[in-house]
């Protein structure tokens, strides 16, 4: 039997307070914006900075102005594009390792001080909850963009096919 709606709204309450108390520290905090330009550029090595909007969903102009700050505090090095060169790429460098580090450490201990009156099992439950949500949710969408056993119809009224 599938949740009651009282229940699904009471979850969907709980998750849309919890996500608008991160969204607002986040905005607070000029650490968070370095940490997800820095994480992405970690993760891919190095790359344009078109390629950190598109993976943050942000205004290119938005990550222009955090590489310079970034490249300014000597957390990454921006070079030209060899393939394009009217774009830049940037890297981390050594000390931005360094801060990526730092900043995850500072996030994590924050995370351990709001679940430190929890017992580790309910830890590890709200962990597996959160993947299960994020693999049904995930489905669901997969199944909006492609509906099992259906054609769009062309716009001269023929089916596609």
């Known amino acids: 039997m599938p949740p009651s709606k009282p229940d699904v709204d009471a979850m969907v309450v709980a998750l849309f307070t919890l996500i608008g108390g991160i969204e607002r520290a986040t905005r607070r905090s000029e650490g968070a914006s370095t940490l ?3 994480q992405v550029v ?3 090595g190095q790359l344009r900075p078109s390629e950190i909007a598109a993976v943050q969903g942000v205004h290119p102009s938005l990550v222009t102005r955090q ?3 970034l490249e300014d505090a000597g957390y990454v090095e921006v070079s030209a594009d060899p393939a394009d060169h009217r774009s830049c790429l940037v890297r981390l ?9 730092r900043l995850q ?5 924050r995370f351990a001080a709001f679940v430190a009156g ?6 590890r439950t709200l962990t597996a909850l959160l993947g299960k949500l994020e693999t049904s949710k995930a489905s669901v969408a997969a199944q909006e963009r492609t509906p099992a056993g259906r054609r769009w119809a062309r716009r001269d009224g023929n089916r596609g096919g």
Not at 93 to 101: K, P, Y
Not at 105 to 109: I, K, P, Q, R
Request: charged letters at 30%.
């Open 118 to 123: 929890w017992e580790p099992g309910e830890v």
């Open 36 to 38: 997800g330009v820095l």
């Open 93 to 101: 460098t050594a000390a931005g390792d360094e801060e990526v580090r």
């Open 67 to 69: 590489v310079r700050s």
């Open 105 to 109: 450490g500072v996030g994590l201990d």
């Open 42 to 44: 970690a993760g891919r």
